[in-house]
């Protein structure tokens, strides 16, 4: 027998990037009921764990989903994190916080996806952000989300000299990646102060915020599916049978969540659902345009007397590969401290991480059964095409010629992964057996014109055929962009309350 909860004005399935955000927002009108339900813990601001708030911890696994995802035809099995807490993958990523270029952008503009411009989202880029450097015309001073551009000095040895060697190697310095220019070697910008990860549960549901009567938060609470009236939405069902009623019901549950919770409901490609014995609300492509971004690890041990490895994050290479379009950055090269001193027998290591961030491949996401209990079945696609894998190919030859050069070189002590067995002309199978995930799922449920055939939500997300469900995070870019996406998301949801609900 189900459960019946409160009824709210607004009903936000999801607490992350997108979710926290919306909840901020919406409650701000004191005549809004709104209630948050999260499916990981909801700590008090004075109680969140270590994992989640050391910028050194990322893919905490105590804050985690568990997915896993196809990677290629010769990896069948891959780690595809997600968080599983208050502040979603905001509260256990790298906290890079890069905004998209202008020509990832306009890429949604081409499928129908209006008001999304670079020219539109430059002021909520600004309007969100909280950081004391930089061009006024690109950053904001007083937003909710802290943002602080690591400078040359306050990386550690081994950051520096792969700033260095990357520049030595013909890349320009970059010092600001969220400023006019985008190309280049250089700090990254990150949402971290004093090493303390700055997630959206943190920033945005301050204590103030949590304190509003309108605004209720419920964590540990996984959601079943959206209950439909006349394709209307009216609510959620929990998977331990409670109901939850709402005037109006908003997806965040991300790349993988949100779809799932959409296909459960009736929502979804029609064959898909009647196999699984789902009754079809809405004959919908959901799923079906997974875009992931693939990373290859590349690792050196540090030399002695360069063992330094806090700040973990980071620097970064954005750069174009020799088959680029039109001049896009199809290429992160990063450098972190995320690889253990443990692997290294100095005791000291350095990670160096290459992604292929625009992809041509495309990959699916796809239900194993209505209980939603059950993980969806997630194909990442990497290097699906011949393109991407001649694109990752040269990155991690790029990335080794970096590797090489004297600035690295002298706070090095040789190449731990894949290591010198290890040719240039024998990286294809090294690369094909140990893709990861740069953690960017994006795609599933994605915006766009009526005349978009994979098209599921409008310019708004808006589900298409449904009244009262929208959907809004990861999930509904219509395009990766060509960088990290969680600056991304935090936008979308400030861009989305402001024309939707303001």
Do not use: C
């Not at 690890?297 to 954005?318: E, Q, T």
């Not at 004297?406 to 024998?426: C, F, M, Q, R, Y």
């Not at 449904?466 to 969680?486: G, H, K, Q, W, Y």
């Amino acid at each position: 027998m189900s459960k019946s909860a409160e009824h709210a004005n607004v009903l936000i399935v999801g607490g992350g990037s997108a979710g926290a955000v919306l909840a901020a927002r919406l409650s701000e009108d004191s005549s809004r009921t709104v209630l948050l339900l999260e499916g990981g813990p909801a700590y008090d601001l004075n109680a969140i764990p270590h994992g989640v708030l050391d910028a050194g911890t990322v893919a905490d696994s105590e804050h985690d989903w568990g997915y896993t995802s196809r990677g290629s035809h010769d990896q069948l099995e891959v780690f595809a994190p997600r968080g599983k807490v208050l502040g979603g993958s905001s509260a256990v990523n790298a906290a890079v916080a890069i905004r998209p270029r202008p020509s990832d952008l306009a890429k949604w503009a081409s499928h129908g996806a209006d008001g999304w411009s670079y020219e539109e989202v430059l002021p909520t880029f600004r309007f969100l952000e909280n950081t004391p450097t930089g061009d006024d015309h690109y950053h904001g001073r007083n937003g909710p989300f802290p943002i602080r551009q690591r400078t040359h000095e306050e990386l550690t040895p081994g950051l520096r000299g792969y700033v260095e060697a990357a520049i030595q190697a013909g890349f320009k310095q970059n010092d600001d990646f969220n400023g006019a220019e985008q190309e280049g070697a250089g700090g990254s910008p990150v949402n971290v102060v004093d090493e303390i990860r700055q997630n959206t549960a943190m920033a945005y549901l301050t204590a103030d915020v949590r304190a509003r009567p309108n605004l209720t938060i419920k964590g540990n609470v996984n959601i079943d599916r959206v209950l439909l009236s006349d394709s209307t939405a009216s609510g959620v069902l929990a998977d331990d049978g409670t109901e939850y009623a709402a005037d109006e019901v908003i997806l965040s549950g991300g790349t993988y969540g949100s779809p799932a919770i959409l296909m459960r409901s009736g929502i979804g490609p029609s064959n898909e659902l009647r196999a699984l014995g789902i009754d079809v609300i809405e004959d919908l492509p959901v799923g079906e345009r997974l875009q992931d971004q693939a990373l290859i690890p590349n690792g050196y041990a540090l030399a002695p007397g360069f063992l330094k490895m806090v700040p973990v994050v980071g620097a970064v290479v954005w750069a174009q590969s020799s088959t680029s379009v039109e001049g896009e950055l199809d290429l992160n090269l990063t450098a972190t401290h995320l690889l253990p001193g443990s692997a290294s027998p100095t005791g000291g290591a350095i990670a160096l991480g290459v992604a292929l961030t625009l992809p041509e491949s495309s990959g699916t996401l796809k239900l194993t059964s209505p209980d939603p209990k059950a993980a969806p079945l997630i194909d990442s696609n990497y290097l699906g095409t011949g393109r991407d894998t001649r694109r990752m190919l040269e990155a991690f030859k790029i990335m080794r010629h970096i590797g090489r050069q004297s600035a690295l070189a002298k706070v090095t002590a040789g190449e731990l992964i894949p290591g010198d067995s290890v040719s240039d002309d024998d990286l294809a199978q090294y690369v094909f057996h140990h893709l990861a995930p740069y953690g960017h799922p994006t795609s599933t449920v994605p915006m766009g014109s009526d005349v978009m055939p994979w098209a599921v939500v409008d310019s708004v997300g808006a589900v298409k055929g449904i009244d009262a469900l929208r959907v809004v995070d990861a999930s509904i870019i219509p395009e990766v962009p060509s960088t990290v996406t969680n600056l991304t998301v935090i936008m979308i949801a400030e861009r989305i309350f402001d024309r939707v609900y303001r």
